[in-house]
């Protein structure tokens, strides 16, 4: 087993209490081992990494984007992240749109962006499935954490103009609305059936059906359900569906958010918020801020930052964090936001967004505070294995 000492380094843990200190931490086969303050043990290491004085961090996480679905440079060639000729697509797999090779993967991993999910897109009220990756791998089957972690939901704008554009429902966000709880009815009773035929020997199962079978683990609360909205009452829509059928929510984008931040502090659920690094290209982000993070936060809501890469490149998440903190949101809170809470989100809090022993080594080395603009990543390691190197 391979062991790296990395030292000469201030240690950014992330951890609940928010330790930072002078010292050392130990990769031990792809995972952290002993970390510490002062000097290093006096140890044999397969290797030794001086960092120079500067700033280690858990690896940055990204809990929304369409990496690899929508090539850097291309086109229509390139463009898998949106199967608009049917609006309920449940079945479709974001990994199976994904191409690693793709050099915004590359980006990502020079920016210390480690792990994202990856989701199609939002012209369909259900548009598939999200699949969380880690950003390092020529092969997604190697790279893939947790497929799937969510089913991804659309309301608002994008299923009506799409649709709109066809003469085809939806054309409005009732009827965006009542396909998604028909589809989810009908996988209910997919769900019953299927339990009562085990249950019970001489039911019969329900014929096979891929896109309710794709929705049986949401039912179940196995994963979440990500659901795409901007404006305000379609985040009540989108609470209001998720109560009905006893749905685990996650708001992604959440542009008007901040404004009913009161309201939802109740709700208990995570919003992953972003972009804000852009122009208010549709009516519904007339209210789009880049002080949303540090408001929600305020009110006590569970925020992760998206830049809802390729809108934003993922390079520039790190941008996005600083940002937030200039428009006023806590220097450690902004941190949180793309490390340990996005991988709380994620269902992963166990394995990333922490300098913790026993959690997976992944990791990004700062020439000086990350929230300095003039720093600069100078490693980034993944499992435990270097793949960028700047020293």
């Given at each position: 087993?391979?062991?790296?000492?990395?030292?000469?380094?201030?240690?950014?843990?992330?951890?609940?209490k928010?330790?930072r200190?002078?010292?050392?931490?130990?990769?031990?086969?792809?995972?952290?081992?002993?970390l510490?303050?002062?000097?290093?043990?006096?140890?044999?290491?397969?290797e030794?990494?001086?960092?120079?004085?500067?700033?280690?961090?858990?690896?940055?996480i990204?809990?929304?984007?369409?990496?690899g679905?929508?090539?850097?440079?291309l086109?229509?060639?390139?463009?898998?992240?949106?199967?608009?000729?049917?609006?309920i697509?449940?079945?479709?797999?974001a990994?199976?749109?994904?191409?690693?090779m793709?050099?915004?993967?590359?980006?990502a991993?020079?920016?210390?962006?480690?792990?994202?999910?990856?989701?199609?897109?939002?012209?369909?009220?259900?548009?598939?499935?999200?699949?969380?990756?880690?950003?390092?791998?020529?092969?997604?089957?190697?790279?893939?954490?947790?497929?799937?972690?969510?089913?991804?939901?659309a309301?608002?704008e994008?299923?009506?103009?799409?649709?709109?554009?066809k003469?085809?429902?939806?054309?409005?966000?009732?009827?965006?609305?009542?396909?998604?709880?028909?589809?989810?009815?009908?996988?209910?009773?997919?769900?019953?059936?299927?339990?009562?035929?085990?249950?019970?020997?001489?039911?019969?199962?329900?014929?096979?059906?891929?896109?309710?079978?794709?929705?049986v683990?949401?039912?179940?609360?196995?994963?979440?359900?990500?659901?795409?909205?901007?404006?305000?009452?379609?985040?009540?829509?989108?609470?209001?569906i998720?109560k009905?059928?006893?749905?685990?929510?996650?708001?992604?984008?959440?542009?008007?958010?901040?404004?009913?931040a009161?309201?939802?502090?109740?709700e208990?659920?995570?919003?992953?918020?972003?972009?804000y690094?852009?122009?208010?290209?549709?009516?519904?982000?007339?209210?789009?801020?880049e002080?949303?993070?540090?408001?929600?936060?305020?009110a006590?809501?569970?925020?992760?930052?998206?830049?809802?890469?390729?809108?934003?490149?993922?390079?520039?998440?790190?941008?996005?964090?600083?940002?937030?903190?200039?428009?006023?949101?806590?220097e450690?809170?902004?941190?949180?936001?793309?490390t340990?809470?996005?991988?709380?989100?994620?269902?992963?809090?166990?394995?990333?967004?922490?300098?913790?022993?026993g959690?997976?080594?992944?990791?990004?080395?700062f020439?000086?505070?990350?929230l300095?603009?003039?720093?600069?990543?100078?490693?980034?390691?993944?499992?435990?294995?270097?793949?960028?190197?700047?020293?």
């Open positions: 087993m391979k062991r790296t000492l990395i030292k000469n380094v201030t240690v950014v843990t992330m951890n609940e928010d330790e200190f002078p010292g050392w931490i130990v990769l031990e086969g792809g995972k952290f081992g002993a510490g303050a002062g000097l290093p043990p006096a140890d044999a290491f397969d030794t990494v001086d960092g120079q004085g500067g700033y280690l961090l858990p690896g940055l990204d809990v929304h984007s369409h990496l679905l929508y090539e850097d440079g086109g229509f060639e390139g463009a898998d992240g949106n199967e608009d000729t049917d609006p697509t449940p079945q479709l797999r990994i199976d749109g994904v191409n690693p793709d050099q915004a993967f590359r980006e991993l020079d920016a210390g962006v480690t792990t994202v999910a990856v989701s199609p897109g939002s012209a369909n009220p259900i548009g598939g499935q999200v699949a969380l990756v880690k950003t390092a791998g020529r092969r997604i089957d190697d790279m893939v954490l947790k497929a799937p972690l969510a089913v991804k939901f309301f608002g994008n299923p009506k103009s799409v649709y709109h554009d003469d085809e429902t939806p054309v409005t966000r009732m009827a965006t609305a009542a396909l998604i709880r028909e589809q989810l009815y009908k996988a209910k009773e997919y769900l019953w059936r299927k339990e009562r035929a085990q249950a019970d020997p001489d039911e019969d199962e329900p014929d096979y059906d891929m896109k309710l079978e794709a929705l683990p949401l039912l179940r609360g196995e994963i979440t359900a990500h659901f795409h909205a901007h404006r305000a009452d379609d985040i009540f829509t989108a609470l209001r998720a009905e059928f006893e749905l685990r929510p996650v708001i992604v984008h959440g542009t008007e958010a901040h404004m009913v009161d309201l939802l502090a109740g208990n659920v995570p919003v992953v918020n972003g972009p690094m852009t122009d208010r290209s549709k009516p519904e982000l007339k209210n789009l801020t002080r949303a993070p540090a408001l929600l936060r305020e006590g809501i569970e925020t992760a930052i998206t830049v809802d890469h390729p809108e934003i490149p993922l390079r520039l998440l790190l941008t996005a964090v600083q940002l937030a903190v200039r428009a006023g949101m806590d450690t809170d902004a941190l949180r936001a793309v340990s809470v996005p991988a709380h989100i994620a269902g992963m809090g166990d394995r990333l967004g922490m300098l913790k022993p959690m997976d080594a992944d990791l990004v080395l020439s000086g505070h990350p300095d603009w003039k720093s600069r990543v100078q490693a980034v390691w993944v499992d435990g294995e270097t793949q960028v190197r700047r020293m």
